[in-house]
């Protein structure tokens, strides 16, 4: 999925793993809670590859929570699903995707 990793952005409040807002020309993720896993993968980079075949390496600087959600700290959001990779628009835009599908498969590994 797309996120706004800005402050006011859709991503709700400051990133978990520096508690900082960061610039979306930036190529950084938010990883659901399970493959965060406690914040262990906290500023390493993923490589991300989308079914066209485009790749991109990002760093993970937050966690999309799996287990909480609609309230202000997560703008109003759902909690994420179990397999999300949330992606600045320099990860889409790297990967030749259109923010307006909202949802893509894509691959991830530790890069």
Not at 15 to 23: M, N, R, V
Not at 43 to 49: A, S
Not at 58 to 65: F, I, P, Q, R, S
Request: hydrophobic residues 30%; aromatic residues 6%.
């Amino acid at each position: 999925t797309n996120n706004d990793f800005s402050e006011g952005g859709d991503g709700g409040g400051a990133s978990e793993c520096d508690g900082q807002f960061h610039d979306n020309s930036q190529p950084i993720v938010a990883l659901s809670t399970g493959w965060y896993d406690g914040g262990s993968r906290c500023g390493k980079n993923v490589l991300i590859t989308a079914s066209n075949g485009n790749s991109v390496s990002a760093k993970v600087v937050d966690e999309c929570d799996s287990r909480n959600g609609c309230d202000e700290e997560h703008a109003g959001q759902p909690p994420c699903k179990n397999n999300i990779v949330d992606g600045s628009d320099a990860v889409w835009s790297a990967l030749g995707l259109n923010k307006d599908v909202g949802v893509v498969d894509v691959t991830w590994s530790m890069a």
